[in-house]
């Protein structure tokens, strides 16, 4: 069993994907930021264990951003997690997308669909405790002139927490 488990481990590793991925943590009225493991970006399991793995008595939230495509905003929660994915249309083609829409029991979008204009799904209100209302969140994400790192660092921003992560993602030698 274990040779398997690190086999599908380095799997995994092979389908890393470009972007980052990156823990908020609140505690004590200050914010902090972690990079989590590479490996998130491709699998949706590896982000939510180190998420939970982030004891805190404040909020803990995730950020992906793929491939430079979309991201993924992540909240553990004593009932399970919230997630919003800015673009439903990646599902077609991330699996860590396609995940997210699993999780949330939202249908795929066809073939179809993949010259729709990008639409988000999932928890809009993910951060509107922290100041980010659902429908600017909305908005952000249908915003096509902003890359997915331009998106999170404005809800970086408007969060609280815009120089901390913005710390994480320029320090080159986090990865």
């Known amino acids: 069993m274990a040779v398997q488990s690190v ?3 380095a799997d995994v590793r092979e389908q890393a994907l470009p972007g980052y991925a990156v823990a ?3 505690e004590d009225g200050h914010w902090r930021c972690t990079r989590l493991a590479h490996e998130a970006l491709a699998d949706l ?7 939970r793995e982030l004891r805190s008595t404040g909020a803990v939230l995730g950020l992906l951003d793929v491939d430079d495509e979309f991201f993924v905003l992540l909240r553990p929660t004593p009932a399970g997690v919230s997630l919003m994915l800015s673009d439903a249309v990646a599902a077609l083609d991330y699996d860590v997308a396609a995940d ?3 999780l949330l029991r939202i249908e795929h979008p066809c073939e ?9 799904e999932g928890d809009l209100g993910i951060f509107a405790d922290l100041g980010l209302p659902p429908d600017e969140l909305e908005v952000l994400a249908a915003e ?3 890359y997915p790192d331009e998106q999170l660092a404005s809800i970086g921003r408007r969060c609280g927490f815009g120089d901390a992560l913005a710390e994480v993602v320029n320090d080159t030698g986090a990865r």
């Open 7 to 9: 086999k599908a481990l």
């Open 24 to 26: 908020a943590i609140r």
């Open 45 to 51: 399991d590896v982000a939510i264990t180190e998420l």
């Open 100 to 102: 997210v829409l699993d």
């Open 112 to 120: 179809d669909d993949l010259d729709a204009p990008p639409w988000p």
């Open 144 to 146: 096509v002139e902003l």
